[in-house]
């Protein structure tokens, strides 16, 4: 360097966030367990013991990484529900809209999020347990509001609002995956697709029309 001038060192938090994306990147695209910390100041362009001084271990840097991405995904979808003015069937648009797209948007952070955080065992797991009652309790939400909303939705129950917030967002879950590994289907598609199915069963709660098994065919329970 030119009159030994010494390279500027980045803040803390700058290289932290470096370290933070090369490892989201490696952990999505080749697992937790087989990525090494060696690859990821490689991929962050520090150096090994950097990243250990910094994020401490493998374990910590993953946890690390699952909750700033979790962070992120509630902050989008709390902020595509914020708008209290409109309709609760807007609102649930708007959330499923800022879901799906940040997963399309952060491929990367959607595989750690969605698969390697909850097959890697605990402490992971909680972590990403933790986020999905997040957003089933925006959803729950949501769908409380609509119920106060409508007529002849006095027959839905808190367990049933529950057990939908649950369906609904086991399925965005399901569905975002499945929009990002296809090719031509877009954020928008994947959240009008699941809106549709979601929203016009929700109403035929509310009108209390609900499904029943007919006359011959294997009887199963069915509450309500």
Known sequence: MAGGTKARRLPRAVRERQMLDAAVRC?????YQTTSMDEIAELAGVSKPLVYLYLN???ELFTACIRREAGALLAAVAAGVEDRSLPPDE?????LLAFFTY???HPDAWVVLSRQARTQGEPFATEAARM?????DFTAGLIEEAVRDARGGDGI???DVAALAQALVGSAESLASWANETPGV???EAAATLMNFAWAGLGNLMKSERWSPRRGLPHSKVTG
């Open 27 to 31: 952990f999505a695209r080749h697992g």
């Open 57 to 59: 271990s493998k374990e």
């Open 91 to 95: 609102r649930l648009w708007a959330g």
């Open 103 to 105: 997963a399309a948007e």
């Open 132 to 136: 999905r009652d997040e957003i089933a």
């Open 157 to 159: 129950t808190g367990r």
């Open 186 to 188: 877009s954020a928008r």
